[in-house]
Nanobody
Framework: QVQLVESGGGLVQAGGSLRLSCAAS????????MGWFRQAPGKEREFVAA????????NYADSVKGRFTISRDNAKNTVYLQMNSLKPEDTAVYYC?????????????WGQGTQVTVSS
């Protein structure tokens, strides 16, 4: 089992920045990919970004390319999502997820989520 705990969410004005963190514990050696997803009110959960175990490979949703950066520190079992130039449409609950394979569209473990609210 892998446990994931997100932090760093909050309220920010449009154009501002936030950095989300996701701390992993448990059988972290078995995870390969880490990702961020988000779910806005009344919408389905959507993919935001993912990073491979080494950190050398990343994927981003088109809506966040050039604004968000995913990274990881394996020594700290932590993955980050740096969010710049935030827009009101980025408002959502952001979830961290871990997968056993890379690349993958299937994630095996999920955190509880952290709220990000961007005011206009």
């Amino acid at each position: 089992q892998v446990q994931l705990v997100e932090s760093g969410g909050g309220l920010v004005q449009a154009g501002g920045s936030l950095r989300l963190s996701c701390a992993a514990s448990g059988r972290t050696f078995s995870t390969n990919a880490m990702g961020w997803f988000r779910q806005a009110p009344g919408k389905e959960r959507e993919f935001v970004a993912a990073v491979s175990w080494s950190g050398r490979s990343t994927n981003y949703a088109d809506s966040v390319k050039g604004r968000f950066t995913i990274s990881r520190d394996n020594a700290k079992n932590t993955v980050y999502l740096q969010m710049n130039s935030l827009k009101p449409e980025d408002t959502a609950v952001y979830y961290c997820a871990a997968a056993l394979r890379w690349p993958t569209a299937h994630y095996d473990y999920w955190g509880q989520g952290t709220q990000v609210t961007v005011s206009s």
